[in-house]
């Protein structure tokens, strides 16, 4: 989140670690896990490739439409203290790599 309270647009996990890396840290040690006011008004940052890993681990699907399900659910269940929620993946551009290898060939 931007020091106004918006959400950066970032969706790029790599440039999202960084945003993160620089934010000063304002979290006090003596506040608890498990209180609910804590979760009020914060943004929970999700690692797509992650939770499709940890998925697919458990069990195998049969079609992306079970598994889309499954990620769907497992997203729901672990964001809903969070008013905000941002998944976040790999950026794989690719298209200069494609562009330079065909040069190349």
Known sequence: ???????????DKSKVISVLENLPSNASPESSVHEPEQYRNTCF??????VVQE???V???DNCKSL???????IDS???KYNT???IFDNY???ELLKEATHER
Do not use: C, E, Q, Y
């Open 55 to 57: 998925l697919m681990a």
């Open 85 to 87: 929620i941002r998944v």
């Open 45 to 50: 940052i999700i690692d797509g490739m992650a």
């Open 93 to 95: 551009t690719v298209t």
């Open 68 to 74: 889309s399900h499954a990620f769907v659910l497992s």
């Open 1 to 11: 989140m931007k020091p106004d309270g918006s959400v950066h647009p970032t969706l």
């Open 59 to 61: 069990k195998p699907f």
């Open 78 to 80: 672990k964001a809903l």
